[in-house]
């Protein structure tokens, strides 16, 4: 069993950054796939930043080139820097982990943080 708990979610004007840590508890956490997907009103909750099994990086084309995701296996924590927000970066935003891949229905999820860009 692994719990996940998100900080830094929160208001933000369009044009500015954000950092997003996620913090796991209950497993090995170098062995696990990490990542963050967001799911915003009326929309499905996609993968935006990612870990894969084998420690590559993803990212989904909407955050690519302004979203930086990172971890520290010592400290079982993920991160994801976002930079250069749009208001249509305003979402819940999830970190999940999983101990093969993501996106294989066995993730475990987060509460959530909910990020508010202002135009």
């Known amino acids: 069993q692994v719990q996940l708990v998100e900080y830094g979610g929160g208001l933000v004007q369009a044009g500015g950054s954000l950092r997003l840590s996620c913090a796991a508890f209950?497993?090995?956490?170098?062995?696990?796939?990490v990542g963050w997907y967001r799911q915003a009103p009326g929309k499905q909750r996609d993968l935006i930043a990612g870990?894969?099994?084998?420690?590559?990086?993803t990212y989904a084309a909407s955050v690519n080139g302004r979203s930086a995701i990172s971890r520290n296996n010592a400290k079982g924590t993920v991160y994801l820097q976002m930079d250069s927000l749009k208001a249509g970066d305003t979402a819940v935003y999830y970190c999940?982990?999983?101990?093969?891949?993501?996106?294989?229905?066995?993730?475990?999820w987060g509460q959530g943080t909910q990020v508010t860009v202002s135009s």
């Open positions: 999940a982990a999983d101990p093969y891949d993501l996106g294989d229905g066995d993730e475990y």
């Open positions: 209950g497993s090995d956490f170098v062995d696990l796939a």
């Open positions: 870990f894969t099994s084998s420690g590559c990086t």
